[in-house]
């Protein structure tokens, strides 16, 4: 073995709460090696403000979890995964707590010193465990010391996985997953990883849009390679647009958590009016699509930039413990979120879709598991509930953790593969080709696949996704990779697997919402499962 060349028993992609999630489920003695495009905690997961949804409180029930999840979802859940997922829950949390997390605590009466619960969107009961308004950061903390004590994990940060290599089993005859190559961007080399499991933990693709609320990571990687090695994707057209994302100089800044409406924040008009209870009976606790929609409908009708998120009348004190970082982010960008509206729009934030896996998180690739926002479990049909997110990730990643350990000792080594060929590829003396193709791509998302879609606008980003593929494909095929590179042609493929989806829906549900069929099918609904052996888009 040289330094290009590296052998694991499992390698995750992903250093979030999927990906750690996963290597901490793993047993002692196995060889582990997590991949980051950036440092480990450069993901959503850090990123993640609200919390983590579960059945704690005292009048709470898993009946109700549940109830709320289909009922975001727009019942195209499925009733089996919501269930295994949400009694899954509590034990979660109790895991976060035994990892020792830092969690918001109730101070007095009853439930003294247990978590205090917030409220978000689409939630009948206060059910968000968090830590004040940076949960993620949180829970990236404690899965990152427990990880970095373990003497079995490697961890590979500046490292961007390229495609999945698949190779024969001699055993069964079917392709398995056997490895990735990854270019290491610290010396510019591109080296073999062979693994007996490959586990996506790659996070979404929010970034393929203008205006989303995510990190620079998110440009749908493991979708893409997932898709590209013969696994089938589903309910890629439900991307969720989230509501409230702070606006500065026409640019989207970054995520003003629903907690703050679940905390009696209020959307305004210019003139200080509310508008929520005219699009539904929750106002401001609204489904996040429904609010969404509210918001552009009013930006449109208006011909304004943005509308106002006022959380003002609770007082300072409470705004400044409760929402600490928000308050101190809001004030850089010359807001006071104690004095008065913060301007927001709704920008990308979550991508529902994905790779398709079971609930073990084996996708139909033998060897090749995923975990977290890169996966389509069942979980959140056409609309996640706020905070399932983080849940998702924790209960999939111990399960496939669980499954792998199960297995492992049934898989051989891999056998010899070749290091990646440079022979033919030149240095790329046109990178403004990339840039310019990246600020279209993310263009042409939000004017024609955005909150409110037509079969036409549909059309026309098709047209170009058709031709963006075509030409970043030979830019691929004759120059050296960069990340740049790789990160474009996977966003290039996730537009493409988005867009062709919104076309495969012929109704409005959950985030999809199309002028030219309005309404949602009364029967039958079904997820848009894209499967790359047939080649075209199908429903099952
Ligand atoms: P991530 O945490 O995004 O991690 C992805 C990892 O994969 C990164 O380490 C990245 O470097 C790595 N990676 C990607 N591509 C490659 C590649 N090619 N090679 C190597 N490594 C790669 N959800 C909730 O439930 N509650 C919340 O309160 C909440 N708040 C949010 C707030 C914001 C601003 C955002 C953006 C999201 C929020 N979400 C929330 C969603 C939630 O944070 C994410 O869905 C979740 O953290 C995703 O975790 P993950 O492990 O799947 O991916
Ligand atoms: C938020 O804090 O509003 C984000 C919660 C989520 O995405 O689940």
Redesign the pocket.
């Known amino acids: 073995m040289t330094d290009f060349e590296y052998s694991l028993d499992v390698l995750i992609?992903?250093?979030?709460?999927?990906?750690l999630g996963v290597a901490l489920e793993l047993p002692q003695g196995v060889s582990i090696g997590v991949?980051?495009?950036?440092a480990?905690d450069?993901?959503?997961?850090?990123?993640?403000?609200?919390?983590?949804?579960a059945a704690i409180g005292d009048d709470d029930s898993f009946a109700s979890h549940i109830a709320d999840t289909v009922n975001a979802g727009a019942g195209l859940n499925d009733p089996h995964v919501v269930r295994f997922a949400v009694e899954q829950g509590p034990a979660i949390i109790a895991w976060l707590e035994s990892l020792d997390m830092e969690i918001t605590r109730e101070t007095e009466g009853p439930r003294r010193g247990l978590p205090h619960l917030t409220r978000e969107g689409g939630h009948s009961h206060r059910r968000v465990v968090?830590a004040a308004d940076a949960?993620?950061r949180a829970v990236q903390a404690c899965l990152e010391r427990a990880v970095r004590a373990r003497h079995d994990v490697r961890l590979f940060e500046n490292?961007?996985?390229?495609d999945c290599i698949n190779r024969p089993d001699p055993g069964t005859g079917r392709l398995r997953c056997v490895g990735v190559y990854?270019l290491d961007c610290a010396d510019g080399h591109v080296k073999l990883f062979r693994a007996k499991v490959v586990v996506l933990?790659?996070?979404?693709a929010?970034r393929v849009y203008l205006h989303t609320?995510?990190?620079p990571?998110?440009?749908g990687?493991?979708i893409a390679?997932a898709w590209r090695a013969g696994c089938r994707v589903a309910n890629m057209e439900f991307t969720q647009f989230h509501p409230s994302c702070l606006i500065s100089d026409s640019r989207s800044v970054?995520?003003i958590?629903e907690a703050v409406r679940g905390e009696g924040g209020h959307l305004l008009l210019p003139d200080g009016t509310r508008f929520m209870e005219r699009f539904d009976a929750r106002a401001e606790l609204a489904p996040r699509d429904v609010v969404a929609r509210a918001i552009d409908h009013e930006m449109k009708r208006f011909g304004i930039e943005s509308v106002g998120l006022d959380i003002s009348h609770r007082g300072a004190d409470f705004i400044k413990s409760h929402f600490p970082t928000l308050h101190a982010r809001c004030l850089e960008f010359g807001y006071d979120m104690t004095a008065g509206p913060v301007p927001v729009v709704p920008a990308a934030?979550?991508t529902c879709g994905g790779v398709m896996t079971d609930l073990a998180g084996r996708t139909d690739r033998d060897g090749l598991y995923a975990?977290?926002?890169?996966t389509f479990t069942g979980l959140h049909g056409a609309n996640r509930l706020?905070?399932?997110?983080?849940?998702e990730?924790l209960v999939f990643a111990r399960a496939a953790g669980r499954d792998i350990a199960a297995h492992l000792g049934d898989i051989g080594t891999p056998g010899d593969i070749a290091p990646w060929d440079e022979s033919w590829v030149r240095d790329s003396d046109e990178e403004v080709v990339l840039s310019h193709n990246w600020a279209e791509l993310r263009r042409f998302m939000w004017d024609y696949v955005g909150i409110v879609r037509t079969t036409k606008r549909l059309e026309r980003a098709r047209h170009r996704a058709d031709l963006l593929k075509a030409e970043i494909g030979d830019y691929y095929a004759n120059f050296r990779v960069s990340q740049t590179l790789?990160e474009l042609r996977?966003m290039a493929d996730c537009a493409d697997l988005i867009v062709r989806s919104a076309l495969a829906r012929h109704e409005s549900r959950g985030l999809h919402y199309i002028l030219d069929y309005p309404d949602p099918l009364p029967t039958g609904a079904r997820d848009t499962v894209l499967d790359p052996a047939a080649g075209v888009s199908g429903e099952a």
């Open positions: 992609l992903g250093g979030g709460a999927g990906g991949l980051s495009k950036g480990l450069q993901g959503a997961t850090n990123w993640a403000q609200g919390g983590i949804a968090h949960t993620g490292h961007v996985a390229i990854a933990a790659t996070g979404g929010s609320t995510n990190p990571g998110a440009t990687d493991g390679m970054f995520l958590s934030h979550y975990v977290g926002e890169c706020a905070s399932n997110s983080l849940l990730c790789l996977n």
